[in-house]
């Protein structure tokens, strides 16, 4: 009765062909359900995250057309063998559904099926719940394999409709949005010529996510972090300054704008809607801000960045290359139809997916975070690197990319990562004779979220503050709390010349008002 259950069970026996190949386009559909997700998101306001390309889209479509028919090709397969061949489908099909439960929340969480940490938290009961579920599948797979398929199969048939949906909304999107037009950058690349004035020259640096009491206060003794104690030791370091917020979106415009942002939300592919202190809101691209004030004074304004789009929100930068936050594999913009068809299959490995995304990012952002830091005169040079930003992708004691490192203190790896970087833009100034000419500002958006609660470290919302000036020499330790906000101000400063000496510096930030502590709870 089981073997001939089975038997009867459309993808294995001699069922209808036609619900085999439902099933299977299906099945390959869910497969590539986060991806279906980046780029259908483009029709919506979340295309402010995106860079994709009509190339990315059609290599989704290919991509589930090929997972289909190999799927429909190994089942058939699969029946020769009998017993073990319908136990491998339902393992395949099992996997499926688990890997994309897996997959469900946001893009940074490692997964439902994730236990190390709430077992070090504590959380027993969180952490065998889903080892538990997993169990349980397992045996009720075994018990009752023909069942088992049955209900399976069935569930992804049911989903069919929904290959229609996205392939249709897929279409749609193409002809109406043309994403290889309407996310394109529309200021000039980096690279290209840039009048050369004389003047101030001021490059502002944010490290995104680096805490200050990690990568200096208290930092192990075997991370060595030389760049970054070569730039403090010319330098302010203003060591008491708390972040302006808890998330990029909130920081970086706050930063740039002097407004107190509160939040901010995307409104369309190339705005963001900011929401300032007393309630008004202000759109991003229409606020005044560090780059535009940079040009207004007769300087050029060049961005390198990552997660927002600077190169479509600021029209008029005299240079700019920026990162999408959302391209889990899909970057056919920069790499072409065949890498990007190759990047969604390897974006299916889970725990990888987003390593080898911001491998990518990193290596070209450093190419371009040097060639931005040598262009030009006078003006600003708005450096917003992604280093120290998790996942962990940097091994401080070999100094290469790794892909396997999934502790918490791998942090400390792209803090290393994160001095590499500032190494890179110092030496390429260097080389050309601008470092010494120019004023120099790190700080951070915000600090290090992604700390486990087992690790009882304290409450410290501080990020670096450091100030160099041109011709900078001796390092001066600066105390008073301050709110990372002061950097607009001194770099306003900077850029009109008249901060000239280190005391200048710390007499600017003895008439800043006092830092108070954050109120607003950390959200992702």
Same mark, same amino acid.
């Given at each position: 009765m089981r073997g001939a259950a089975l038997r009867g069970t459309g993808l294995l026996g001699t069922g209808l062909r036609g619900k +085999?190949?439902?099933?299977?386009?299906?099945?390959?559909? %869910?497969? &590539? #359900?986060?991806?279906?997700g980046e780029i259908l998101a483009v029709s919506s306001p979340d295309a402010y995250y995106s860079s994709l390309a009509n190339g990315d889209v059609y290599a989704v479509m290919v991509n589930v057309l090929l997972l289909g028919g190999l799927i429909l090709g190994a089942t058939a397969i699969a029946r020769g &063998?009998?017993? !073990?061949?319908?136990?491998?489908?339902?393992?395949? &099909?099992?996997?499926?559904i688990v890997m994309q439960l897996n997959g469900i929340g946001p893009e940074l969480a490692t997964g439902v099926f994730t236990v190390i940490d709430p077992w070090k938290n504590g959380k027993y009961l969180e952490a065998l719940a889903p080892?538990?579920?997993?169990?349980? /599948?397992t045996a009720v797979a075994v018990k009752w394999p023909a069942a088992t398929l049955r209900r399976t199969v069935g569930l992804v048939y049911v989903l069919t409709p929904f290959v229609a949906v996205t392939f249709g909304r897929a279409i749609l999107l193409l002809v109406q949005v043309d994403p290889s037009a309407a996310l394109a950058p529309t200021t000039r690349a980096i690279g290209t010529a840039v009048d050369s004035v004389r003047g101030p020259r001021v490059i502002l640096i944010v490290m995104d996510a680096m805490t200050r009491r990690l990568a200096i206060d208290a930092r192990p003794a075997g991370l060595k972090l030389p760049e970054l104690d070569r730039l403090r030791a010319q330098s302010v370091d203003a060591t008491q300054v708390s972040q302006i917020g808890w998330v990029t979106k909130v920081s970086v415009p706050a930063l740039l704008s002097g407004l107190p942002v509160t939040d901010a939300d995307p409104a369309d592919d190339n705005e963001l809607l900011l929401t300032l202190a007393s309630g008004r809101t202000q759109?991003?691209?229409e606020a005044p801000n560090l780059l535009t004030e940079a040009q207004a004074l007769g300087g050029v304004a060049i961005a390198v960045g990552w997660y927002h789009p600077y190169c479509r929100m600021f029209t008029s930068l005299d240079g700019c290359a920026t990162y999408a936050a959302r391209m889990v594999g899909s970057r056919a913009r920069e790499t072409g139809f065949w890498r990007a068809l190759l990047d969604q299959q390897l974006a299916l490995i889970p725990y990888l997916r987003l390593r080898l995304r911001q491998i990518d990012i990193v290596k070209a952002q450093r190419r371009d975070l040097v060639r931005a830091a040598t262009s030009g005169g006078r003006g600003l040079i708005f450096l917003h690197a992604i280093a120290p930003h998790t996942p962990w992708i940097w091994d401080e004691t070999t100094g290469a990319y790794t892909l396997t490192r999934f502790e918490? +203190?791998?942090y400390y790896g792209n803090l290393a990562l994160a001095d590499a970087v500032l190494g890179d833009i110092r030496r390429a100034m260097e080389q050309a004779g601008q470092w010494d000419s120019a004023a120099v500002?790190?700080?951070?958006?915000?600090?290090m979220r992604y700390r486990p609660a087992y690790l009882k470290e304290p409450?410290? @919302?501080?990020?670096?503050? /450091?100030?160099? #000036?041109?011709?900078?020499?001796?390092?001066?330790?600066?105390?008073?709390? %301050?709110?990372?906000?002061?950097?607009?101000?001194?770099?306003?400063? %900077? #850029? @009109?010349?008249? %901060?000239?000496?280190?005391?200048?510096?710390?007499?600017? #930030? +003895?008439?800043?008002?006092?830092? @108070?502590?954050?109120?607003?709870?950390?959200? !992702?």
């Open positions: +085999d190949v439902a099933v299977a386009l299906s099945l390959a559909n %869910l497969v &590539f #359900l986060r991806i279906w &063998f009998g017993r !073990r061949g319908r136990m491998v489908i339902i393992a395949g &099909f099992v996997g499926v080892v538990l579920v997993l169990l349980l /599948i759109e991003w691209s918490p +203190d791998g500002v790190l700080v951070s958006d915000h600090v409450d410290d @919302r501080r990020v670096p503050l /450091i100030v160099k #000036l041109p011709g900078g020499s001796g390092g001066v330790t600066y105390d008073r709390p %301050l709110s990372a906000m002061v950097a607009h101000g001194l770099v306003q400063a %900077l #850029l @009109r010349g008249t %901060l000239r000496t280190n005391e200048d510096v710390t007499t600017w #930030l +003895d008439a800043q008002p006092v830092a @108070r502590a954050l109120r607003r709870a950390p959200t !992702r």
